[in-house]
């Protein structure tokens, strides 16, 4: 016997779930319509070698790599992971955005200004709000390197959060090219740069003095470390970004804005600008991105620049759950607006086209499937909070009439049947 | 440098692809919600033996399994598959439901109406609208063995296929039942009767002679397979089905409804009724299903009936380009209904706040991101067919005024600011 689970670190998303997930979604998509995005989907695996090497140490082990069929798999030759498998599950939307540039620029804008909603899977421990499956909402801008890039993505990422009611997210602001100046400046060597920037990315983990020994135990002095971490920690103190100067010039209202030069972002390939939106409740960020100029160039066929942010969705969801945010007609849905009462097989044509009648009205209609007894096809609507139940009985039948009846005030009449749909109908478009 | 190419029969879906897949999904969930139907979703891969055994000879083979990670991974001591892969990308909608409904039947519904549409994965050998990564539309009733289920899931497939313009589709109708009378009526053995419904459901691809050399390749006589077939090509010499009369009896128009003893379907899953929908000038179907009483039964909690119908996306949106059946809105779609240029980095905030101002009046606006030569931002405008242009040059911004351009007709005209954006608003308002 099988086991009924979902695969360790996926959820199955029930109905009142996906109810939430949409209306996040509908936001997100209308909000990034408005700023000109234009949708874009890619395939769930890629070609193992377009996301190898793309994501620093960590991506490589946590990507959910897929065995190879038929004469490939050739398990008694098989000496390591390359051997046995040839494709992998993608492990975000921006190295697929990359491929899909670098692979169709002849087809696309000039200017390609895409947002993409779609799942992706990482092999990570799961943990609280942490899943192997999850989808990212990512928007980016291909093709310039104007700071009016930067400027927009950020506004219509925060358009996004004011839409969902968020009033206290914060987008800090960094620079990779700041950072740097601020290894140098520190007097570490261009070589362990990476190692810096690795370190410091744990400052909101393993705290000050954590990032201070990872910082030596990488080989940097206690002194150069030091001063590396009091960059980190002053903006005023830290050497100044061009780049943020120009995109908080740009942006209209700044008080969400903070110039951050301790963020660093754990991807590799971010080039310019880095970004993070935070809320205090939540440790982690509900969104991160920033410039990738060198990414699409790796698959070899030109250098385009570009800048995205990703929106984590189960990340928002998780808060705006725990703060109540979301409106009633999402928090108390129901599967429809009226249920059809079924009498026995005979008359069951007559509760198909009463049904039928009833969604030519603009309703959503439920029809009871079995010829129970009236009692627990009632009890049935109420347990589904479907508001209101047509009954149609013997008697409602010999008299061309239904039983309307309001589940939530229990008041039920006796109507004839062209005016039992326009009541509903009119109840229906009156709460909408 | 790594190949650009999307992984071997999976596609890269750009904007316009979108906007066809996204009007199509639009349609099917509305039908779907208007007869009380639930979204649902799962994961995209499930733990390996959750779909081991679920789907015949084909599926175990076509299906893609996903390589086991870290310490699991012992590639030296590995002798066959389930040594190496421990989960698998979900090969169709049904058996995730099936698993679902077993896992969570305390907190569904006493009868649970829901839809899912998400992709699934087969390793299949790609060809002309045959992908290895495809969307299903999947439409299924838990709990109930009347009759009026399946007539409510033809039923609103039906008005799907009518909504997106379809005139000439028909849903071939069979029942599992029947076919094991048919199969023992004709003189087969019963323990040949899986052989004798994979031969007959070849019938499209092979003909009638391709059949009986495959019934008789697998063991049955020359005469029982001629009676065999004589049954399924001929709904009046053929045992009838019950369960097909009362479907039929409880929808209102059954012009559409064909009695067809030859269906077979080739999962082995169903129990009662299958179905089929096809329209003349695509081989294979377009929406296949039937009921499946015993698969829930396999998760070994209880046993609990279930069918369900699964429209194939990919196959709609073939015939309806092929036919032209998009309305222009989402054949022609735009990413803006109107652009604002930008003349340089000192007044680009003004371009910012223009494009805000816009977006107010409810406009999808797009911002030229470069400081480029006008003609050069009006020729990206006109490439991307937005109809409108708001120029902000040294001349407009003096007088606090905006050039709007309507890129169709080239006229032009100077106006204030907000007779620009009332203007705009009213054009795109009465286009909507």
């Given at each position: 016997m099988a086991s009924t689970n979902p695969a360790r670190g996926t959820r199955d998303f029930l109905p009142a779930d996906i109810r939430k997930r949409e209306y996040v979604i509908g936001i997100i998509k209308e909000v990034y319509e408005s700023y000109g995005f234009e949708p874009l989907e890619t395939p769930a695996?890629?070609?193992?070698e377009t996301l190898t090497g793309k994501y620093g140490e960590e991506g490589g082990q946590l990507m959910f790599k897929i065995l190879k069929r038929g004469e490939k798999l050739d398990i008694a030759n098989a000496k390591k992971v390359a051997d046995l498998a040839d494709l992998a599950l993608r492990y975000d939307l921006t190295v697929p955005l990359a491929r899909v540039v670098a692979d169709k620029r002849d087809k696309l804008p000039k200017f390609f200004k895409r947002y993409q909603i779609q799942p992706v899977w990482r092999a990570d421990r799961p943990a609280r709000g942490r899943y192997r499956e999850f989808y990212q909402c990512d928007v980016d801008s291909i093709g310039s390197t104007s700071p009016l890039v930067e400027a927009e993505l950020i506004s219509a990422a925060a358009e996004i959060f004011e839409r969902l009611g968020f009033t206290d997210y914060v987008f800090r602001l960094n620079d990779r090219k700041r950072l740097s100046k601020m290894v140098s400046d520190a007097g570490i060597e261009a070589s362990l740069e990476t190692d810096a920037m690795v370190a410091l990315d744990k400052l909101d983990k393993i705290g000050e003095e954590g990032v201070l020994n990872e910082l030596q135990a990488r080989g940097i002095s206690r002194e150069a470390a030091g001063r590396f971490l009091s960059f980190a920690k002053d903006p005023e103190a830290a050497p100044q970004s061009e780049t943020i100067a120009k995109v908080v010039s740009l942006l209209?209202?700044?008080?969400?804005?903070k110039d951050d030069p301790s963020l660093a972002r754990g991807l590799s390939y971010y080039t310019g600008m880095i970004i993070e939106v935070n809320v205090p409740?939540?440790?982690?960020?509900l969104a991160g991105g920033g410039r990738y100029d060198g990414l699409i160039g790796m698959f070899g066929k030109e250098q385009i620049p570009a800048c995205g942010i990703s929106l984590g969705l189960e990340r928002i969801l998780v808060v705006m759950d725990e703060r109540g945010m979301f409106p009633p007609e999402v928090a108390d849905?129901?599967?429809?607006?009226v249920m059809v009462t079924v009498l026995d097989e005979e008359t069951a044509a007559e509760t198909i086209k009463l049904a039928a009648e009833l969604r030519a009205a603009g309703l959503r209609v439920t029809v009871y499937p079995d010829a129970d007894k009236l009692g627990k096809q009632l009890k049935y609507a109420d347990s589904l909070k479907v508001p209101y139940v047509c009954v149609l009985g013997e008697s409602e039948l010999a008299e061309g009439k239904v039983t309307l009846k309001d589940l939530r005030t229990g008041e039920q009449e006796s109507l004839e049947r062209e005016n039992a749909i326009k009541k509903l109908g009119a109840a229906i478009r009156w709460k909408a």
């Open positions: 695996f890629e070609n193992l209209r209202s700044s008080d969400r804005i409740d939540l440790p982690g960020s849905s129901t599967p429809a607006d």
